[in-house]
């Protein structure tokens, strides 16, 4: 809130208007004129305590304070409340509170100015004796309460605005005192601290803060030394465990580099043997084409030894026929040979007949003669035609016999190439088979490649990242150094020791 606010707000609240400013000039003569007075009574009171004497060196320093006061006190009468007379109060406040005027000794010392400023008042507006038994002269009784309450009021409006302002100043004080004090206790443990963190930068752990430092900042020296502790005890298990890391990391750098050459030759290997399986997949390939034609001739060569054995048993049905008609023609051969015998007799008969009739019978002796000769050839050829067909039949039979047995010989051959066809075909589903299982192992092989491939390039990075690992490590070995420490660590070896094992027999049970 600005000034002029505030003292706007402290004359209403108060009502110290225009009215009560007017009562106050009205009185001003009277309040000038007994003010010296009642001032040089209240400095008497001040001289007669040690508590308020203490605050002035001398009587020229309480006669400079009473001049001022004077002045003031001018204004204060004449109902001129401003700015300026903000900035006196202000002056006045704040000359308590560094001379240190308590408010009691200030309320006090008001306490008596009022009496003889008011005690002024009364006796200059009571009524003045007169002739006979009248008063006159006097101010009215609601005149004097007015002036009487307006001079109140300016007096606690002047008492509110010093005792605030020394309230405000020995509240300034008391803070810039505090803050002195603080900033003296934080120098202590600013000091301390950067002391501390000096050590700690130059990597000295063993750096205690032991200065003696205000309650306030005695949880932050204990962290501080607790940190310090823990700090200390860590870098010292650190450094303790960096040489068994170093260790370690030469171990799996090693067993990483190991490990790489073996996947690569495991690598190489897996990729001739995929190379290998594919050349022996295109051979059973080619095998299992080769015996799937060879099923196919031979199932035709079935077909043609079938389709023979009917040719055959076609064959025997007809010479079965040609024995059989054989067999009618040597019938039909026994009847032309008995009617050329019974020719040949009836011609005999004719020409003996013949004979008996002499001359008359020489013609029909000569037709018989001819007959006869003709019958005997009848009988000759027929003779002839029968041996002919009995060989005849002799040969059909025998090539009845020849071509039934071609017809046995082809049934077995047919059974045979059956049994051979059977063979071939189960050849030629094993060889599928076998082509098959050899693609699907030859993808296997493939797969194998391809995640061995990976494997390598992934143990690969692994070695990279070891050996970046390896100079990490000799880097934070090296950085750990910069530090000191109360104690180390006796077992390093064996700490090294025990990740070298573990690593040699990882490497061990690699091989």
């Known amino acids: 809130m600005s000034i002029d606010n505030a003292l706007e707000e402290r004359l209403s609240f ?11 000039r009205s009185i001003q003569s009277i309040v000038m004129r007994e003010l010296p007075a009642a001032l040089d009574a209240f400095y008497e009171r001040i001289e007669a305590f040690p508590q308020t004497r203490a605050m002035f060196s001398g009587r020229s320093q309480m006669s400079g304070a009473k001049t001022r006061q004077v002045a003031h006190w001018r ?29 009691r000794w200030y309320i006090g010392g008001y306490a008596l100015l009022m009496e003889s400023l008011i005690t002024a008042v009364v006796e200059a507006r009571w009524p003045k004796p007169g002739f006979g038994l009248g008063r006159s002269g006097g101010a009215s009784a609601a005149q004097v309460a007015g002036e009487l309450s307006a001079l109140a009021k300016a007096t606690l409006l002047d008492m509110d605005y010093a005792i605030s302002v020394y309230l405000e100043a020995a509240e300034r004080a008391r803070l810039a005192a505090e803050a002195e004090v603080l900033a003296r206790e934080r120098g202590v443990v600013v000091a301390s601290v950067g002391e501390g963190m000096a050590s700690l930068a130059a990597g000295d752990l063993t750096y205690r803060m032991s200065a003696a430092v205000p309650a306030e900042y005695a949880q932050l020296q204990s962290n501080f030394n607790a940190a310090m502790e823990t700090l200390q005890q860590t870098m010292t298990v650190v450094s303790a465990n960096t040489h068994g890391i170093s260790s370690g990391s030469d171990e799996i750098a090693h067993a990483s580099d190991d490990l790489s050459r073996r996947t690569e030759q495991q690598a190489a290997s897996l990729e001739e043997t995929a190379a290998a399986l594919d050349e022996i997949t295109a051979t059973v390939r080619k095998t ?25 048993s076609q064959a025997v049905e007809a010479m079965a026929q040609i024995e059989s008609s054989s067999q009618q023609i040597s019938q039909i051969i026994g009847v032309i040979d008995e009617i050329a015998f019974q020719t040949n007799l009836l011609a005999l008969n004719a020409g003996v007949e013949a004979a008996r009739a002499g001359d008359a019978g020489r013609g029909f002796a000569v037709v018989a003669s001819e007959v006869r000769a003709l019958a005997q050839r009848s009988a000759d050829a027929a003779k002839q035609i029968k041996a002919l067909i009995s060989a005849s039949s002799q040969q059909v039979g025998q090539g009845v016999s020849l071509v039934g047995r071609t017809g046995e010989a082809l049934a077995s051959i047919v059974g045979k190439v059956g049994e051979i066809d059977a063979l071939v075909s189960g050849i030629a589903a094993s060889a599928q088979e076998q082509a098959t299982g050899l693609n699907q192992v030859n993808v296997a092989v493939n797969q194998m490649d391809q995640v061995v491939q990976q494997n390598a390039a992934m143990v690969e990075e692994s070695t990279a990242a070891t050996h970046a690992l390896k100079g990490e490590t000799e880097e934070l070995a090296r950085l750990i150094t910069r530090f000191k420490v109360a104690q180390q660590v006796a077992a390093r070896p064996a700490l090294a020791t025990g990740g070298g094992s573990g690593i040699s027999g990882s490497r061990a049970l690699a091989r």
Do not use: N
């Open 75 to 103: 204004i204060i009468s004449s109902g001129g409340f401003d700015r300026t007379y903000v900035e006196a109060v202000t002056a006045v406040g704040e000359t308590h509170a560094r001379i240190g005027l308590e408010p």
């Open 14 to 24: 108060m009502q110290l208007g225009a009215q009560a400013q007017a009562r106050l």
């Open 288 to 312: 299992a084409a080769g015996a799937r034609q060879a099923s196919d001739v031979v199932a035709q060569a079935k077909d043609e030894a079938e389709r023979s054995g009917a040719v055959v």
